[in-house]
Structures are given as C-alpha cells and as structure tokens.
C-alpha cells in the first residue's frame, strides 16, 4: 500500500481527481487497523453524546468475523456496518455485495458472529440490487445502507492516462444522487429492512429526497470534504422543516414517494 502512494506521488498522479459534479477517489481503506481503533480511537469516540457503528472491510469472511471478535466486548459500539463493496479476495476478487449468494453466506456467518445489529452496506456496481439486498436481509442483516461509490475514470488528454494512479476509482459527491435514489427505490419496493440511504447527500433537501424514497437515516461522505459542518447542518434543518410543516415525526415521511 504505502509503496503505491509512494510511486503514485512519484508518478504526479493521485488519489483524489475533483470533477465538475463529484469526486473520483483511489484512497482504498487505509485506516489504522482494529488494535490501534481500539486503543487511539474508541476512547475519544465513547465521550460523544452518539451512537457508534463501526464500519468494517475485510479481504475474506473470516477477516470480517476476526475484526468483529476484537470489536465485539468493547464498550460503548452499538453496530457494525459492513462494507460488502470490498474484492472477496479468497474467492475470485468479485466484490462480497456483487454475488447475491456470496453476500448471503458471508452475511449468515458474520451474524453468528456477534448480537449487535449489522448493516450491510451495498454496492450500486451490480444489475439487480434488490436481489442482493434481499440476500442480505434473509440472512441476518437487521438494516442495509447504500450505496457505496461507483466505478468511474478521469482521463488526463496530456499524458492520455487515468488520473487516478489506479486507474478506475470511486466516484461520490452530487452526480450519484439520482443513482442513489434510484437503487434505494428499488431495495424499498422489495425487501423489508430499513434502509440507511447515502449518495451525495449535502442538504436538507437532498436528505428529505432520501427520506420520502424510503431511507430510514442517511449518511453524508463527499459534503464534509466541502463542509464538515454538513451532518450537524442537516440535522437542524430537518427539526426546522418539521415544525415549518406541522409533521410531529420524521419517520412517517420514510417511503411516501408517490408514483403515480
Ligand atoms: C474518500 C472516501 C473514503 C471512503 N471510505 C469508505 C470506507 O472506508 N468504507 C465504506 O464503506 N465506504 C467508504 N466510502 C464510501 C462512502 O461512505 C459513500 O458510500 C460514498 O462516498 C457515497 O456517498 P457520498 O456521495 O456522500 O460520498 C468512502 C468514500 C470516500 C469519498
């Protein structure tokens, strides 16, 4: 890892390119690893007056089961989520949440894992998600949340290379929204676990859209690299829209969306 970011700034090409309606990335999951979360991390992260989902990657199920049995007796972590969007290394590097029965056996086995409610997080690089939401929810999932990046490129005309020192990245930010919204709908209409909607979010509108579609909460990623305020930001502006239009709970706004 760190000798490709070492040859990626060799080479000027980079791990973040800004584009006109998002923002393609090749940042991978570098993190501090479950030991040092544990000791540097979690301590801080317990003061707040929040809860904690723990969001974890891993290269195999058994990663993902060996991440969760460190986690697990840990004060003060209310769920996990579970990034499906990783290459299933073991078995032919197809992401986890790409094959709906990979998604499933991996979710049943993570299940016996642990108590705590799990959210299995989606990838939107897939034909039919509902099937793979659906995989989930069957086998353990108490809720799903989607979706993660799409694959996107940007292109440099002078040097005619990727960009990104990976080539191909994730693209987030404004632009995914519609998909976003689009997949959600989707998972909605077909499976019965709550959805935690994520995809460009920046604004009240943009959570209220979320919301009416059939999101239960929503994340907020590409926003905070422009605001990290946004979250914060959001949560007032819904009590606002709420008491501007006489609706005592957010909640019986989830899945109004009229079709027709
Ligand atoms: C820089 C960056 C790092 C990310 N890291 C993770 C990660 O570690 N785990 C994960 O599940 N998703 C990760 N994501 C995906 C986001 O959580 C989110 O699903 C996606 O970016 C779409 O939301 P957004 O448009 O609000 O950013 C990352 C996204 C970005 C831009």
Redesign the pocket.
């Known amino acids: 890892m760190y000798l490709c970011l070492l040859l990626a700034s060799l080479w000027g090409h980079s791990r973040i390119v800004e584009l006109p309606a998002g ?1 393609l ?1 090749s ?1 991978g ?1 570098a993190n501090v690893g479950v030991a040092s979360f544990i000791s540097d991390k979690l301590p801080f992260l317990r003061e707040l007056n929040t809860a904690i989902i723990v ?1 974890i ?1 891993g290269s195999s199920v058994d990663e993902f089961v060996a991440v969760i049995r460190r986690l697990d007796d840990q004060k003060g972590i209310d769920a996990y ?1 579970l ?1 499906f ?1 990783c290459p299933n290394v073991k078995e032919g590097g197809l992401e986890f949440s790409q094959d709906a029965q990979v998604t499933a056996r991996v979710t049943a086995i993570i299940r016996k894992a642990t108590q705590k409610p799990l959210i299995t ?1 989606l990838t939107p690089n897939v034909t039919r998600i509902r099937d793979i939401a659906r995989a989930a929810a069957e086998n353990g999932a108490d809720a799903v949340s989607l ?3 799409l694959v996107g490129l940007s292109v440099n005309i002078d040097t005619r290379r990727p960009h990104l020192y990976t080539g191909t990245g ?1 693209y ?2 404004p632009a ?1 929204k519609p998909v976003a919204l689009a997949k959600i709908l989707e998972v909605a209409r077909n499976v019965d676990i709550p959805i935690i909607g ?4 920046a604004s009240v509108q943009d959570t209220l859209e979320f919301i009416i579609t059939g999101a239960c909460a929503v ?5 905070n690299f422009i605001d990290p305020g946004t979250g914060p930001r959001i949560a007032a502006g819904l009590q606002q829209y709420c008491q501007t239009n006489n609706i005592s709970r957010l909640a019986d706004l989830v899945g109004t969306l009229q079709l027709s």
């Open positions: 923002m990335n940042i999951l969001n990657a989520e990034n969007s997080k979706i993660n990046t994730g987030s930010g995914i994520i995809g460009g979010i994340q907020v990623g590409t926003a």
